[in-house]
T-cell receptor, first 113, second 114 residues
Framework: AQSVTQLDSHVSVSEGTPVLLRCNYS??????LFWYVQHPNKGLQLLLK??????LVKGINGFEAEFKKSETSFHLTKPSAHMSDAAEYFC???????????FGQGTRLTINP | DTAVSQTPKYLVTQMGNDKSIKCEQN?????MYWYKQDSKKFLKIMFS???????INETVPNRFSPKSPDKAHLNLHINSLELGDSAVYFC?????????????FGPGTRLTVT
């Protein structure tokens, strides 16, 4: 079975400062891991995904995440936050061959001017 | 040119009514899904179809019945609506059902049951 825990329900940073959203996963298989973003009243958009290739994954809008098997983590980072990054972020796990995505509880990112 | 579209965007109805939500994808994907997002933003899969065949059916009440007329469409029909059905319902699609394939989500349908 797969599960994912997002360690912070809410993160607040100032514009121009780094962003760190933390995610730990549990999976019986080699996992596929994703980060999705949901802007207010919008659908979900894929930021990036890890599928057993490079452990450092680059995504859209300057985001990246590093897969660390020893720590069972897949934290999302961005060097410099923009106001447009304010949204809900979901860490997601899927076991290989499994169709089901399992979502974390979400982290709300607030950007202060 | 929307990849995954849902209608309606908003749906307000009374308890006991029956309603349907429609979903269409123009990505040529084989697999489609329905998710429910509750008031705390938690997302949980409800159903998955691959080439019109039901693959995943989570513990969802029998009042919810998905129907896939073809692989580009997956509709959700809900009978005897209850207050607890109020949520945002998202349709999604992926190229295949394997775990490595990202899913593309529609804009969501906000269902309010009064």
């Amino acid at each position: 079975a797969q599960s994912v825990t997002q360690l912070d329900s809410h993160v607040s940073v100032s514009e121009g400062t780094p962003v760190l959203l933390r995610c730990n996963y549990s999976s019986s298989y080699s996992p596929s891991l994703f980060w999705y973003v949901q802007h207010p009243n919008k659908g979900l958009q894929l930021l990036l995904k890890y599928t057993s290739a490079a452990t450092l994954v680059k995504g859209i809008n300057g985001f990246e995440a590093e897969f660390k098997k020893s720590e069972t983590s897949f934290h999302l980072t961005k060097p410099s936050a923009h106001m447009s990054d304010a949204a809900e972020y979901f860490c997601v796990v899927s076991g290989w061959g499994a169709q089901k995505l399992v979502f974390g509880q979400g982290t709300r990112l607030t950007i202060n001017p | 040119d929307t990849a995954v579209s849902q209608t309606p965007k908003y749906l307000v109805t009374q308890m006991g009514n029956d309603k349907s939500i429609k979903c269409e994808q123009n990505l040529g994907h084989d697999t489609m899904y329905w998710y429910k997002q509750d008031s705390k933003k938690f997302l949980k899969i409800m159903f998955s179809y691959n080439n019109k065949e039901l693959i995943i059916n989570e513990t969802v009440p029998n009042r919810f019945s998905p129907k896939s007329p073809d692989k580009a469409h997956l509709n959700l029909h809900i009978n005897s609506l209850e207050l607890g059905d109020s949520a945002v319902y998202f349709c999604a699609s992926s190229q295949e059902g394997g775990g490595g394939h990202e899913q593309y989500f529609g804009p969501g349908t906000r269902l309010t049951v009064t």
